[in-house]
């Protein structure tokens, strides 16, 4: 079976400082993987995706980056940190997708972040 | 901008009683859908996804999708008092694209 990790599960870092969060499956070869960010107020966010080593499509511009070093491992990073960055970060990995149809999204336990 | 609604609620049911849930997105082209469930603090976990017109049923959950009214809704049957959590809407355009999730409905089912 699949299994997702994230770490840190908690973190509170100083404005300005920078941020690594990381993410990784078990279970299942070139997986699709995704960045979400859950705000205070607001829902689930997409800040990233790939679908493969390397291939990064980011949906919201920011101060926040990711990188795919490996099939799956998924890193969110940063390089000064913003008080609105705090939030409840979510990692999640579907299936490759084989045609049209999104396949089920899984998430990982996440990674609350308080700037402050 | 692609968008999904939901009532925010609370919406309070109930134990036993049918709590309906509803939704509806903006994207006429988005091909499938999905419920969430969400534990206050914890992630979201998949209850449900629904890609075709008309019900789908597993266990004491029934989604319903209706493409031409862009409506998505959630029956929970025999509800009990774990069921209370926050239920996400989420659809997809289809391929490797992310989800756009509504802000969620806060259920609470009153034993």
């Known amino acids: 079976s699949q299994t997702i990790h994230q770490w840190p599960a908690t973190l509170v870092q100083p404005v300005g400082s920078p941020l690594s969060l990381e993410c990784t499956v078990e279970g299942t070869s070139n997986p699709n993987l995704y960045w979400y960010r859950q705000a205070a107020g607001r829902g689930l966010q997409l800040l990233f995706y790939s679908v493969g080593i390397g291939q990064i499509s980011s949906e919201v511009p920011q101060n926040l980056s990711a990188s795919r070093p490996q099939d799956r491992q998924f890193i969110l990073s940063s390089k000064k940190l913003l008080l609105s960055d705090s939030g409840f970060y979510l990692c999640a990995w579907s299936p490759t997708t084989s045609g049209e149809i999104q396949e089920t999204q899984y998430f990982g336990p996440g990674t609350r972040l308080l700037v402050l | 901008q692609k968008e999904v609604e939901q009532n925010s609620g609370p919406l309070s049911v109930p134990e036993g009683a049918i709590a309906s849930l509803n939704c509806t997105y903006s994207d006429r082209g988005s091909q499938s859908f999905f419920w969430y469930r969400q534990y206050s603090g914890k992630s979201p976990e998949l209850i449900m996804s629904?890609?075709?017109?008309g019900d789908k049923e597993d266990g004491r959950f029934t989604a319903q999708l209706n493409k031409a009214s862009q409506y998505v809704s959630l029956l929970i049957r025999d509800s009990q008092p774990s069921d209370s959590a926050t239920y996400l809407c989420a659809d997809s355009g289809g391929g490797a694209d992310g989800l756009t999730f509504g802000k969620g409905t806060h259920l609470i089912i009153q034993p």
């Open positions: 629904i890609y075709s017109n």
